[in-house]
């Protein structure tokens, strides 16, 4: 089964993530989080969760077409902050599919 995408498009003062099921289902609508001040992720939290019960790993990219990775220490750590959130997103998924789930 294919995995679902997440692509983050980096911008000035918020990132744009949007999800691809890549089976035909409606994906979710495209989720903003604002970097402008503190950072609230707890909707693509809720987000993750909903995916779980589709038992699939996520595939992520970034798009930052501005370069604010290189230049902008805060984006930097919200993309950090957004790969420890994925990468512990799809060692749940491995160990669910290890233990039969």
């Known amino acids: ?4 995408l997440i692509a ?7 990132v ?16 903003y989080l ?13 987000k993750l969760t909903e995916l779980l019960e589709l038992h699939r790993e996520i595939e992520i990219t970034y798009e930052d077409p501005l370069s604010l990775l290189e ?3 805060k984006i930097k750590l919200v993309k950090e902050t957004l790969d420890d959130i ?3 997103f ?9 233990e039969g789930f």
């Open 1 to 4: 089964m294919d995995n679902i």
């Open 8 to 14: 983050n498009n980096i911008e000035k003062d918020k």
């Open 16 to 31: 744009s993530i949007k999800f691809n099921f890549q089976d035909g289902r409606l994906s979710f609508p495209e989720l």
């Open 34 to 46: 604002s970097t402008s001040g503190d950072i609230e992720l707890n909707p693509l939290v809720i």
């Open 71 to 73: 230049t902008d220490s």
């Open 86 to 88: 994925y990468k512990s």
């Open 90 to 98: 799809n060692i749940y998924i491995i160990k669910d599919e290890d």
